[in-house]
């Protein structure tokens, strides 16, 4: 097993990534970066402990392996699976989205079920098996870039002209394929090892040259990794932003510009069907999101916890106004714990002996999760009150002589320091009021697209049937004579 020390070394690897006009030397060593790197490291060195019990023997390797990628095969591999999801997002309490463990789960769907990749003409199906193999053997970070550039969504994939904006094939060679475009948005892709590129969008029968799915080496050449205006490098601390300076994940856009990638490395190719197949006609869709409400219902809970110790602090836990909302924040955390759980045991069996979370409970969470998220955090906005702006300016009023004696004479609770009380105030403007909050609202409510395409899951997935065949008994159990 990889431990952290190991992977961030990995990263050490001249890959192009780009930050206000410049490139990154090293991203192991820019302020930018470096709250991640140690984020990530401490998942890979909770899973090389044995203590966590995340280690299996992989049957598709043979060797000892994260169970977080495993292919569930067995109701109690889900739960095996399900605990050790939960164990890495402990580490940053639901806080990273993007870690190793989410395109892991779509990559052991897509292995899962090989023939879905073979065309007819190439066996990209055997690729499929081999790399995700070498994920698991090597326990690889793996993230991806399957959504097209923001530029013009009345099309696809082509600009002006049939200028090349999405990703899609320039020319092709014996040994491979030159591909050039963009994507987005590469979540984590500057920290990670490998990319995988694909599009969640629907194509057409125009867009074949787009219709791709491969991998590729972050660090290949002609990969250019753009990230936004990172969160942490500017906070004056850990104790003023202990979110943002830990786990800023760097969202990206990826630029390819001239890109070789050898057949070893294609999934699909100039194939619209099998771009959407590889989603949907596999276990790929469902393991990887599972993995995403698993890593919600930690968070949920952290900020269920955050709010009640708000509560418990200015003591108002005792009025029956702040127990409704602490109560309605308790039923949405629990709601999505209960349909993870809920997917979970109702579990179904695919034709390849696949265990997987059972689609209707699983896409019910993400189909309501445009609203929970965005309510829990405006419960904790609601208690937490002036308290997250009348805070210090930062940690050093804490420590200054000159402040000191007024930060604890005047912000205080009744049980707890002031040091004690602004740590916890501080924490709770990260959730709800700093930039790092502000990018996570936007991205639980639409990290599955938009909240008309997860509730679309939902609808593909209920099983309709169900609920029809009553209503048809009932009909017909009496008419216009009776």
């Known amino acids: 097993m990889r431990t952290g020390r190991q992977y961030a070394e990995t990263l050490s690897d001249d890959r192009a990534v780009f930050l206000e006009g410049e490139r990154i030397k090293d991203v192991t060593c820019h302020r930018a ?20 019990g995340m280690l299996y023997c992989s049957p598709e390797t043979g060797g000892e392996a994260n169970k977080v990628f495993m292919i569930p095969r067995s109701r109690d591999d889900l739960v095996e699976r399900r605990k050790s999801i939960t164990r890495w997002a402990e580490t940053s309490y639901g806080f990273v989205g993007r870690s190793p463990d989410h395109v892991g789960g779509f990559l052991a769907g897509f292995a899962s079920s090989p023939d879905t990749f073979n065309d007819g003409v190439r066996a990209f199906g055997e690729n499929v098996v081999r790399f995700y193999r070498l994920v698991v053997d090597r326990s690889l970070f793996v993230t991806y870039v399957i959504i097209p550039p923001q530029a013009d969504q009345s099309v696809a994939s082509r600009g002006p002209g049939d200028k090349r904006l999405q990703v899609g094939v320039q020319s092709e060679q014996d040994a491979g394929m030159i591909v050039s475009g963009s994507q987005m ?32 080496p972050v660090n290949a050449p002609g990969v250019k990794v753009y990230c936004r205006r990172p969160y942490a490098t500017e906070q004056a601390s850990a104790f003023d932003y202990p979110l943002s300076s830990r786990f800023d994940e760097t969202d990206a856009l990826v630029v390819f ?26 276990p790929a869709h469902v393991l990887g999101n599972s993995q995403a409400q698993i890593r919600l219902a930690t968070k949920m809970k952290f900020v269920l916890g955050v709010a009640r110790k708000i509560a418990e602090v200015n003591n108002l836990d005792g009025i029956p106004s702040v127990q409704e909302k602490l109560g309605e924040l308790a039923s949405l955390s629990s709601l999505v714990e209960g349909m993870v759980l809920a997917a979970e045991s109702a579990a179904v069996t695919d034709s390849n002996g696949v265990v997987k979370p059972n689609p209707r409970f699983l896409y019910c969470a993400m189909g309501m999760q445009a609203e929970i998220y965005p309510r829990a955090i405006q419960l904790l906005r609601e208690l937490a009150g002036g308290g997250v702006i009348q805070l210090p300016s930062s940690y050093r009023d804490l420590l200054s002589d000159v402040t000191r004696p007024d930060m604890e ?37 639409f990290y599955a697209g938009a909240p008309f395409v997860a509730r679309n899951y939902a609808f593909r997935n209920y099983g309709f049937e169900e609920a029809l065949k009553p209503v048809e008994t009932f009909l017909s159990s009496y008419d216009i004579n009776r």
């Open 257 to 282: 510009d001239k890109v070789f990638v050898p057949w070893e490395s294609v999934f699909v190719y100039r194939n619209p069907e099998r771009v959407r197949r590889q989603f949907f006609d596999t």
């Open 185 to 216: 948005l590469g979540t984590s892709t500057a920290v990670s090892d490998y990319l995988f590129v694909s599009c969640m969008k629907p194509l057409t029968g125009l867009d074949e040259s787009y219709a791709l799915s491969f991998v590729v």
């Open 33 to 52: 970066f470096q709250g991640i790197v140690q984020s990530i490291s401490e998942m890979f060195d909770a899973a090389a402990d044995p203590c966590n």
């Open 409 to 445: 004479r005047y912000l205080h609770s009744p049980h707890l320091p002031a040091t004690k009380r602004v740590q916890l105030f501080k924490l709770a403007w990260d959730i709800i009021g700093s930039e790092f909050a502000g990018r996570h609202l936007q991205y639980e409510m």
